[in-house]
């Protein structure tokens, strides 16, 4: 690695995402820890409270005002089923909106998981673009107050995201859980003037949830009850309803939020499973080539999903008249976003943008999406070249991987914000030295 | 930090690759006799021929433990602090170091701290010279500040700017203001050194903020042309392309007829094997369009508005060298070349290329045998350490001297050939003539004549017949050069 110009220094890098955190050491390829931003909690402790204390990295200790009692934090958290729990996120629209969570949020990642020391570790966190001066300088408190760290930086994901692809200037399309952002990366910094971003994902979600429990011709609205409330089912054919007994004793017991948040896993399994986008736009001809594809809920309800799959990846690209015409705000799709980007910067840095294309982001993994966009970029561009790691793991972890490389660089640690600075000037110096 | 081998050595295990441990040394001996997994019975009773894949038992591969104890010496690393030199606190981070590396030893990464010394102005000279009615003192100092943090990266500081109170500024008016001072503060300041690097440091700082914005502009509506437009730009450009060759082509029937008519007296250079004019015209059509295709149009133009902001900087640089003297050059081995005035049609353009691009190759048809031949001497022919103008020029000497070389022994080889069987026929025939018997005589021509049909191509002796009776043809054509009803044919034969 000396050739590299790398040097560890046991710097443990965080990417808070909507969907998961990561955190894991830098010069690793993959993060170490991968838990859910989700949370469970429970407003008053009730009183037979004992179960899975210790593994589910609890932290009733929240020294906060808000009404929390008790926390679910990690893969036991929120996906186990827990009387009058309710599920949470930190995040809204990619920023950190309720930082109250954040840091039991870590604290599990690292000392549960990881089983590491916060002190003895330099750590560098994660932002997107568009995030707040006041929400970077709250990260740099929590992480040198209530953890300790060294030092400490913050990095912007799109520019991570280029460094994991190996670039210093590169347009890079992030789609995450909830945001998806195209943003121009010039020589490591971020063109603020050209950074867009929408909720489109978060809208294909709500599409695809809308287009399952919605009733249409051929069959009725399915019911996505969670595999956590059902008692036992029975095989049935294809279409037909399903034959199950649910769990009344929970029934009982759910919020509404949690609920909530277990139908969305299913949908996302859904989509993950089997949805997908055509490469050439929407065509009758070519989905009836491609075909129907098999999927079964955890009620047992099974169905061959034809057009259905692909109508959910289209909105990435293009949303139908009729749906422009009830919401006219919708999310603008992913060519409307790059354009306006692009268009945004100055003309003679379009070029280098466009042949440094860099698709990122865990809904990039969407099936057929890279192909499409391709196919799209090529339509409005003249020559486009996209890079999108086949590796899976690349993609969806990009922001955390470029964070692993940029922490484990000999020539960076110089930029590490030291306990000593925070204490010496404050919060201004994470503006200063994180630019 | 650590590398593998790096590794190998803190586990003190030998280099596994082949050959540096004893290992692979051992394997051959062992196949030549009894392969491990076959009982010797079986080995006596089908000798040597082995099957190819002989079975492994766990048994074998239990024994390869690493060599733990007689490997090379292991060596310790320590989790130690170091202090880095770039920092201004005291921040002292931990990593991985050889044990008895020196713990004072300046930080490896410490010299690619690389601080930019930015021009800064004094008050008095920003009263006397600096004043601009567009720029108060505190936007010229937040402009400068900028300008320091982002080290003169302009796009990013044209991104970050916000002036307080400021009017919206463009790049070009951000460029014009700095390179502005920065350009006066050179001229007014005293200069310790001549003339000339003033001037060259002048140059780098030349900025000509309307040529900027005109260029921008064409790029911009470059850009937004519709692909109806550049279809017809397209269509244009290869019709311009079809009428330059019509013209080439008519020129050079011009010149055969003229040739046919006249020879000698019509002062055209003799006729050339295959016109390369015309052929490059041909062949260039289609991979026009093709790398047209593939560039797009933005990248299409022939004129500085593709080159990049720096343009007219490096303009302003060539100026100045022009004044300096060729030793200089000697020196560091810079080569001029003259480039064109006006780069008028696309193929005349020429790109910027290496030098390594521009490796003589030999010819087609001997290339394999002059790269082997000159691998033999140690010499690679297709790659060049230093690309020189002076070692292109040499290896280019080497390659037309090779190729000589190839050839004449070609023809040496070919004459050998012939004397040999001549003088076998020449045997054979005092043979016959010494009392052979008559049955023999048709049988002999017979083998000879399939022979010949084997291996038409080879055969010295008929390839020799060959060119001898094309270059007859030619003699006669040539004769008949003065008929003029004939010069058709000939023409079709160049
Ligand atoms: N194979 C897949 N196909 C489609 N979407 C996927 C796939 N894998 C993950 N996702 C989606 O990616 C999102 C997570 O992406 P990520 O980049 O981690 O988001 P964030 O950074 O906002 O946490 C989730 O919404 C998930 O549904
Ligand atoms: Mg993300």
Known sequence: ?435 | MASAADIRSVLSVPDPTPGSSQQPQKKPTATSKRPQGISRELYELIGDSVPSVVPQHSKARLKLKPNLGSGPPRSRWEWREFKNGARTDKLRLNHWVKAGTDPDAVYRFEHYNVVSNPYKYTDEEYAQLLEDPEWSREETDYLFKMIEDYDSRFLIVHDRYEFPGGVPRLLEDLKDRYYSICRKLVRSRPWNGDEVSRAKVLGLLSFEKERELTRKQYLRSLESRTPEQIAEEEALYLELKRLEQTERQFKKDRDDLLRTLLGVESGLSDIQLGDDSSLHGLSSMPEIKKSKKKTGSTMEIDSPSVATPSSSIMQAQKRIQTVKSAAYDAQHCITRTDVPQITATKSSHQAATLRSYKLPTPKQAMATKVAQTLLEYGVNSSRLVMPTRENLLHLESLIDATTLLLEAKKNVDRVEQDIRLMKAKVLRRDEQLGGGEGGEAPMDVDQEAVADDDDAGIQPGRGARKKNARRSMSVSSVDAAAQPGRSNKRQKQG
């Open chain 1, 1 to 435: 690695m000396v050739q590299h110009g790398g040097d560890e220094v046991a710097a443990v890098v965080i990417d808070i995402g909507s969907s998961t955190l990561r955190a894991g050491y830098a010069g690793d390829d993959t993060p170490k820890a991968i838990i859910p931003t989700y949370y469970g909690y429970r407003s008053q402790p009730p009183d037979a409270d004992v179960a899975m204390g210790g593994t589910t990295g609890d932290h009733s200790s929240l020294k906060s005002t808000s009404k929390i009692a008790k926390m679910f934090v990690g893969q036991d958290g929120p996906s186990i089923y827990r009387e009058g729990m309710e599920v949470g996120n930190p995040l809204k629209e990619g920023l950190i909106e309720d930082f109250n969570p954040i840091t039991p949020l870590i604290r599990h990642a690292l000392e549960d998981v990881m089983r590491i020391n916060p002190t003895d570790h330099p750590i560098l966190v994660t932002e997107p673009a568009w995030n707040t001066p006041a929400n970077r300088e709250r990260m740099a408190e929590i992480i040198f107050d209530e953890f300790n760290a060294p030092a400490f930086y913050i990095a912007n994901t799109s520019v991570l995201n280029a460094f994991a692809a190996g670039k210093g200037s590169a347009l890079v399309i992030d789609i995450g859980h909830s945001e998806a952002s195209v943003t121009p990366v010039i020589d490591g910094f971020v063109l603020r003037k050209g950074l867009v971003h929408s909720s489109l994902p978060a809208l294909v979600h709500q599409r695809a949830k809308h287009i399952l429990t919605q009733a249409n011709q051929n069959r009725r609205g399915i019911n996505l009850l969670p595999h956590q409330l059902i008692a036992n089912k029975a095989p049935v054919d294809p279409g037909v309803d399903p034959r199950f007994n649910v769990r009344e004793d929970r029934l009982q017991g759910i919020t509404k939020s949690w609920r909530n948040w277990a139908e969305n896993r299913e949908v996302d399994e859904w989509m993950h499973s089997i949805g997908s986008v055509l490469d050439q736009g929407w065509n009758e001809q070519a989905v009836a080539a491609r075909g129907a594809r098999q999927y079964e809920f955890p009620t047992g309800y099974n169905y061959y999903f034809g057009a259905e799959r692909f109508e959910v990846g289209e909105l990435f690209f293009m949303h139908p008249q009729h749906l422009q015409a009830t919401n006219p705000n919708l999310p603008k799709p992913l060519p409307q976003l790059i354009s306006a980007s692009v268009t945004s910067c100055d003309p003679d840095i379009r070029q280098v943008l466009l042949s440094n294309v860099v698709l990122s982001g865990g809904g990039s993994l969407f099936s057929g999406l890279a192909d499409r966009l391709n196919s799209e970029l090529n339509r409005i561009f003249n020559h486009a070249k996209i890079h999108a790691p086949g590796n899976p793991a690349e993609r969806r972890y990009g922001s955390w991987l470029g964070g692993s490389i940029l922490a484990s660089l000999g020539t960076f640690h110089q930029l590490w914000i030291s306990k000593e600075e925070w204490q010496e000037h404050g919060r201004p110096i994470v503006g200063q030295r994180c630019k």
